[in-house]
């Protein structure tokens, strides 16, 4: 089972005019996984799950969904997709309740009342269902829009920024609820968002995009691992054989002279070694700082060297 | 497959649950009971108990404008079949019909239909292009329904929405107007002239058949507002457009009535009673001919509307 690809794209392109919004990405994502789609604004998240869903047209390539391709046989492959695509606008002049009936009447199979009255248990949205919709807040908007995506229990569910307008609060509750559906329900979420923090305590893997490609596809593990290395300064003497030393000591990773400092990348572990070898090799060490690279400079490093 | 009543459904839940739509309902019941306070109270109300002389006062009129006429060397079909149909009255006995009864009065409210097309047109023009500004048109298109049946659906709701008002329209004139004009007088039939003779027609059917030559404008002045809002995503545009039209286009029909390519505009061709009494806006065009433009148009418009709703790239 855990080798279903759920939802695949295949070398889709996306073409206004002449420009390449979408420049050729191919990717899958399995069931019970929640696969992030990382980017900073502007870099084709929506237009990317736009096409998945069927708005807009493929200029090339194929979005398959449970096999069933969303070009050829649109209403056989929406029929288990879920969404939100950027903000979930609703009917403001109805109730919460009432704008899920009217998504209710649009699915094959019935969706019962108790249905429906579990997912608005499930959002959090009991007390103001009956309200109408244009007095929600932006985070009791998103809430219904998230249970407007459940309520016929897709198989895939994509999510375009589903925590933006959230409290804090409001924002892990959606995490927590997102990876529960996705593990125990064995559904498969897809969601974008710009933030990597966000992404990190959410999704199993991650997505980069950038201008439209695709630039990297790592799993949440290896990410971590990355975030690991740390940028150190060490103030040391003489300088410039200090730096030709550590230079062949440490091959593979970046080092460079700044301001009179030797700025190095380095694992944990390896910074005790790097001091005592200097010591060894009678260099005079005043002082290491550490610059502890977070999740988001590793993001802006990927995302700035292409 | 998702049921297309339960399509239908939806669209109705949120065309009535809006404040506006039943405040349009709630100006054509005033226009209606507008139009019976007037005619009860304020119109002159007995003018018409010596209707028999005033029906041979007419008729001496209308002969004396006939032998004019004769000596033009011109027939006045029109002068003629009036004749007819007063003598008919007198011999049986059937005052004309007058405002101020049932039917005078339900004769008068069909003229309300002109009220009902402007506002079927704010329904058309809103049905498609608010759920772009609303920016709803996205979560109701990801869903197991075709585009073109999302359309349909829409389509005919406004239909249905004419159809009710127009029934509405109907059945509480024939309430009111009981209520006011009392009901003596009913079994009164309405008299046409057909085949050289005065033939007496049931009045319900006629009154429906007004409603019926006065619907046709409203269902293509419908049908073009939905197509302006399915193209141009704006019910204003639609709004605008659409109105404008339904009150210039008449005119400018009439004005530029001596070009024989006047026949072909869709205005020349809406209003079918002047086949049915009057004469034709261009000379030569017939009763099927009108009927083919119109279809014609009709074609077009639906056309635009499926096919540009069918394509576009949704990116509201
Ligand atoms: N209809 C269009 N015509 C031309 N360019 C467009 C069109 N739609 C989107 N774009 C461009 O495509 C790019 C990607 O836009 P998109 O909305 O997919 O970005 P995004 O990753 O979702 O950004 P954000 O984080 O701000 O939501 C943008 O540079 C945008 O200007
Ligand atoms: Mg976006």
């Given at each position: 089972m855990?080798?279903?690809?759920?939802?695949?794209?295949?070398?889709?392109?996306?073409?206004i005019?002449?420009?390449?919004?979408?420049?050729?990405?191919?990717?899958?994502?399995?069931?019970?996984?929640?696969?992030?789609f990382?980017?900073?604004?502007?870099?084709?998240?929506?237009?990317?799950?736009?096409?998945?869903?069927?708005?807009?047209?493929?200029?090339?390539?194929?979005?398959?969904?449970?096999?069933?391709?969303?070009?050829?046989?649109?209403?056989?492959?929406?029929?288990?997709?879920?969404?939100?695509?950027?903000?979930?606008?609703?009917?403001?002049?109805?109730?919460?309740?009432?704008?899920?009936?009217?998504?209710?009447?649009?699915?094959?199979?019935?969706?019962?009342k108790?249905?429906?009255?579990?997912?608005?248990?499930?959002?959090?949205?009991?007390?103001?269902?009956?309200?109408?919709?244009?007095?929600?807040?932006?985070?009791?908007r998103?809430?219904?829009?998230?249970?407007?995506?459940?309520?016929?229990?897709?198989?895939?569910?994509?999510l375009?920024?589903?925590?933006?307008?959230?409290?804090?609060?409001?924002?892990?509750?959606?995490?927590?609820?997102?990876?529960?559906?996705?593990?125990?329900?064995?559904?498969?979420?897809?969601?974008?968002?710009?933030?990597?923090?966000?992404?990190?305590?959410?999704?199993?893997?991650?997505?980069?995009?950038?201008?439209?490609?695709?630039?990297?596809?790592?799993?949440?593990?290896?990410?971590?691992?990355?975030?690991?290395?740390?940028?150190?300064?060490?103030?040391?003497?003489?300088?410039?054989?200090?730096?030709?030393?550590?230079?062949?000591?440490?091959?593979?990773?970046?080092?460079?002279?700044?301001?009179?400092?030797?700025?190095?990348?380095?694992?944990?572990?390896?910074?005790?070694?790097?001091?005592?070898?200097?010591?060894?090799?009678?260099?005079?060490?005043?002082?290491?700082?550490?610059?502890?690279?977070?999740?988001?400079?590793?993001?802006?490093?990927?995302?700035?060297?292409? | 497959?998702?049921?297309?009543?339960?399509?239908?459904?939806?669209?109705?839940?949120?065309?009535?649950?809006?404040?506006?739509?039943?405040?349009?309902?709630?100006?054509?019941?005033?226009?209606?009971?507008?139009v019976?306070?007037?005619t009860?109270?304020?119109?002159?109300?007995?003018a018409?108990?010596?209707?028999?002389?005033?029906?041979?006062?007419?008729?001496?009129?209308?002969?004396?404008?006939?032998?004019?006429?004769?000596?033009?060397?011109?027939?006045?079909?029109?002068?003629?079949?009036?004749?007819?149909?007063?003598?008919y009255?007198?011999?049986?006995?059937?005052?004309?019909?007058?405002?101020?009864?049932?039917?005078?009065?339900?004769?008068?409210?069909?003229?309300?239909?002109?009220?009902?097309?402007?506002?079927?047109?704010?329904?058309a023009?809103?049905?498609?292009?608010?759920?772009?500004?609303?920016?709803?048109?996205?979560?109701?298109?990801?869903?197991?329904v075709?585009?073109?049946?999302?359309?349909?659906?829409?389509?005919?709701?406004?239909?249905?929405?004419?159809?009710?008002?127009?029934?509405?329209?109907?059945?509480?004139?024939?309430?009111?107007?009981?209520?006011?004009?009392?009901?003596?007088?009913?079994?009164?039939?309405?008299?046409?002239?057909?085949?050289?003779?005065?033939?007496?027609?049931?009045?319900?059917?006629?009154?429906?058949?007004?409603?019926?030559?006065?619907?046709i404008?409203?269902?293509?002045?419908?049908?073009?507002?939905?197509?302006?809002?399915?193209?141009?995503?704006?019910?204003?545009?639609?709004?605008?457009?659409?109105?404008?039209?339904?009150?210039?286009?008449?005119?400018?029909?009439?004005?530029?009535?001596?070009?024989?390519?006047?026949?072909?505009i869709?205005?020349?061709?809406?209003?079918?009673?002047?086949?049915?009494?009057?004469?034709?806006?261009?000379?030569?065009?017939?009763?099927?001919?009108?009927?083919?433009?119109?279809?014609?148009?009709?074609?077009?418009?639906?056309?635009?509307?499926?096919?540009?709703?069918?394509k576009?790239?949704?990116?509201?």
């Amino acid at each position: 089972m855990e080798n279903q690809a759920v939802v695949e794209l295949i070398n889709v392109k996306k073409q206004i005019g002449n420009i390449n919004i979408i420049d050729d990405i191919s990717l899958k994502v399995f069931q019970g996984e929640v696969f992030g789609f990382l980017g900073p604004n502007g870099a084709g998240k929506t237009t990317t799950i736009r096409m998945m869903v069927g708005l807009i047209g493929i200029t090339e390539g194929e979005v398959l969904i449970n096999g069933v391709s969303i070009k050829k046989n649109y209403e056989k492959a929406i029929l288990n997709v879920g969404g939100i695509i950027e903000n979930p606008e609703m009917y403001k002049f109805m109730s919460g309740y009432d704008n899920l009936i009217h998504y209710a009447r649009m699915v094959p199979k019935k969706v019962t009342k108790e249905r429906i009255n579990k997912v608005v248990q499930l959002v959090g949205l009991e007390k103001s269902i009956n309200h109408k919709v244009g007095r929600y807040s932006l985070g009791m908007r998103q809430r219904l829009g998230l249970a407007q995506a459940l309520l016929h229990s897709p198989s895939l569910l994509i999510l375009d920024e589903p925590t933006n307008g959230l409290d804090p609060a409001g924002i892990r509750e959606i995490r927590t609820y997102i990876r529960k559906i996705a593990h125990e329900e064995n559904m498969a979420v897809f969601v974008s968002s710009h933030l990597l923090s966000e992404m990190q305590l959410m999704c199993d893997r991650i997505g980069i995009i950038q201008n439209g490609k695709l630039v990297r596809v790592e799993t949440m593990g290896d990410i971590v691992d990355m975030s690991k290395e740390a940028t150190i300064r060490i103030h040391v003497e003489p300088l410039d054989e200090a730096f030709h030393f550590l230079y062949a000591l440490y091959e593979k990773t970046d080092i460079e002279i700044e301001d009179n400092f030797i700025k190095i990348s380095l694992k944990q572990e390896q910074i005790p070694q790097c001091n005592k070898a200097l010591v060894e090799n009678d260099f005079m060490v005043y002082g290491i700082t550490s610059t502890q690279t977070t999740l988001e400079d590793k993001f802006l490093e990927i995302t700035e060297e292409k | 497959m998702v049921s297309f009543i339960d399509l239908i459904r939806n669209e109705n839940m949120k065309l009535y649950k809006r404040t506006g739509t039943w405040v349009m309902i709630g100006l054509i019941i005033l226009a209606m009971s507008g139009v019976g306070l007037f005619t009860k109270f304020v119109l002159d109300s007995d003018a018409h108990i010596n209707w028999k002389e005033e029906l041979k006062t007419e008729n001496m009129q209308l002969e004396s404008a006939l032998k004019d006429t004769e000596q033009m060397g011109v027939g006045n079909d029109y002068v003629e079949q009036q004749l007819a149909i007063n003598h008919y009255r007198l011999e049986n006995d059937y005052p004309p019909v007058h405002s101020e009864s049932l039917w005078g009065f339900m004769i008068d409210v069909t003229n309300l239909t002109g009220f009902v097309a402007l506002f079927t047109i704010v329904v058309a023009a809103g049905i498609v292009a608010n759920e772009f500004s609303w920016g709803t048109i996205k979560l109701l298109l990801i869903r197991p329904v075709s585009r073109s049946k999302i359309l349909l659906s829409k389509f005919i709701t406004t239909i249905l929405f004419a159809i009710g008002m127009i029934i509405l329209l109907f059945s509480l004139s024939f309430i009111f107007g009981s209520l006011l004009f009392g009901v003596s007088g009913v079994e009164q039939p309405h008299l046409v002239y057909q085949d050289g003779q005065v033939v007496e027609q049931n009045m319900i059917t006629y009154i429906i058949s007004l409603y019926g030559f006065n619907s046709i404008d409203l269902f293509m002045m419908l049908t073009l507002a939905f197509m302006i809002s399915t193209v141009f995503r704006s019910s204003s545009l639609a709004i605008g457009i659409s109105l404008f039209l339904m009150f210039t286009g008449p005119q400018l029909v009439q004005l530029l009535s001596n070009y024989e390519w006047v026949k072909y505009i869709l205005f020349a061709n809406t209003n079918l009673q002047q086949y049915t009494n009057g004469t034709p806006i261009v000379e030569g065009m017939t009763m099927t001919f009108s009927i083919s433009m119109i279809m014609i148009y009709f074609i077009i418009f639906v056309a635009l509307s499926w096919v540009i709703f069918e394509k576009r790239d949704v990116t509201a």
